[in-house]
């Protein structure tokens, strides 16, 4: 469909063709123009421009913006959103005083989930994922990267990689797939954390590399999950099925895992909550896409990742939501926006950077998605009338969007 968005009251988040992500200091630039009109052809953008609007083809419909914002949709690079029923029961041990990892070992966290998803059918797991689908598209995302990582065998993890494969054939927004396997140890392998990476790169990988259900491989590469020699080893293995690597990198430690994702060419290394100076300098020669998820660190009321400190050090930032049920029970973006400007002292500018074009660059589709660029994928929102972008993080609860297009996905 062919249709011309007038009143426009900012158009903004306008990157010239060929840019690809921003850094440092150009961060803080969101380019923008006032009583704007953008263009849209056969899905894609065709133009844009301030004052009156070009005389329209025969075939070309109006929207009328009634002087709201325009600006891309949110990407969000982080999600481990297939996953069977809720975990509250541990966000009341977390209130009560129990670290993740003291969770963790009574049997709950990631295990819990897996535990779960193992009774669940596919049509059901998928019907869940599916409502989430169209909570996190109500507020603003227009692409998403989703994790595998609730199995911890062959079977089940193949059962969500189908689920997210069902889902990308079923959404008009974009769905990037990871294989995360080595999120943590099986229930079958306690104890035996090698024989559970053997069986990883024996088994689960060429199984998933065979039937094409994984764009990323990823892996929780932290204290008291998965060593960077297991790592590095298991990325190795990914890399031969043509899945390039993600890393959960310094969660919970100074892990070595942005030194792995730097070494093995990872698209990104997410959290960073642990982050070191010598990350920072691993990652300035690199072009692995630092990713902060400050949603984490307010669920779990942790260090956030030092989102300034990358930005000042001249890096590109990207921030994503987590969404999952134990550490980020939300998907939604427009917060995580806020949360980075709030806690980690992002200037707006730059927090919708790193949602938009930064995070579409974390999952490899920057070139057409995540900013208002002619030739780019027509994904974007359309708020209520503002009176600037930095109202957006400002008002952090007030839903403001009005109009959401998703007119192509590209996979």
Excluded at 18 to 43: C, I, P
Excluded at 190 to 195: A, F, N, P, S
Excluded at 309 to 320: Q, R, S, V
Aim: one cysteine or more; aromatic letters at 6%.
């Amino acid at each position: 469909m062919n249709y011309l968005i007038k009143n426009i009251g900012i158009l903004a988040g306008i990157q010239p063709q060929g840019k690809l992500r921003v850094s440092g200091q150009e961060m803080s630039e969101l380019h923008q123009l006032t009583n704007a009109w953008l263009l849209v052809e056969d899905g894609l953008i065709k133009d844009f421009g301030t004052g009156a609007p070009p005389v329209l083809p025969p075939d070309c419909k109006e929207l009328d913006a009634e002087g709201g914002c325009l600006l891309p949709s949110f990407c969000d690079s982080h999600t481990h959103l297939v996953y069977a029923g809720s975990r509250e029961g541990e966000f009341v041990d977390k209130i009560r005083g129990l670290s993740y990892a003291e969770i963790a070992r009574r049997g709950g966290g990631i295990l819990n989930s897996a535990d779960r998803l193992h009774l669940m059918s596919e049509d059901d797991l998928y019907q869940q994922a599916m409502e989430r689908i169209e909570e996190i598209k109500a507020k603003g995302t227009g692409a998403v990267e989703i994790k595998s990582g609730y199995g911890l065998n062959t079977a089940d993890e193949l059962k969500m990689l189908r689920v997210i494969r069902r889902i990308k054939q079923s959404v008009s927004i974009f769905v990037a797939s990871t294989f995360l396997g080595a999120h943590a140890v099986g229930r079958a392998f306690t104890g035996r954390q090698q024989d559970y990476v053997d069986m990883l790169v024996s088994e689960m990988i060429p199984e998933v590399g065979r039937q094409q259900l994984a764009d990323f491989i990823d892996v929780f590469c932290d204290k008291g999950f998965f060593t960077p020699q297991q790592t590095a080893r298991i990325l190795e293995a990914g890399a031969k099925y043509g899945m390039r690597p993600k890393i959960h990198a310094q969660e919970l430690a100074d892990s070595g895992g942005v030194e792995v994702a730097v070494e093995h060419n990872a698209l990104s290394a997410d959290h960073l909550e642990s982050m070191t100076e010598r990350d920072i300098e691993l990652l300035r020669h690199s072009t692995c896409m630092p990713t902060a998820l400050p949603g984490t660190s307010f669920f779990l009321n942790m260090p956030y990742a030092p989102g300034r400190k990358i930005i000042d050090a001249g890096l590109p930032l990207a921030i994503a939501s987590d969404y999952n049920p134990g550490s980020t029970p939300s998907g939604d973006m427009k917060f995580v926006v806020s949360l980075a400007c709030i806690k980690m002292r992002l200037l707006p500018a730059e927090a919708i950077n790193a949602a938009t074009l930064n995070s579409a660059a974390a999952m490899g589709i920057s070139h057409s998605h995540g900013s208002i660029t002619r030739g780019k994928v027509a994904s974007f929102i359309i708020t209520k009338p503002i009176p600037s972008i930095d109202y957006i993080p400002y008002a952090y609860t007030q839903p403001i969007i009005r109009y959401h297009a998703e007119m192509q996905k590209l996979h």
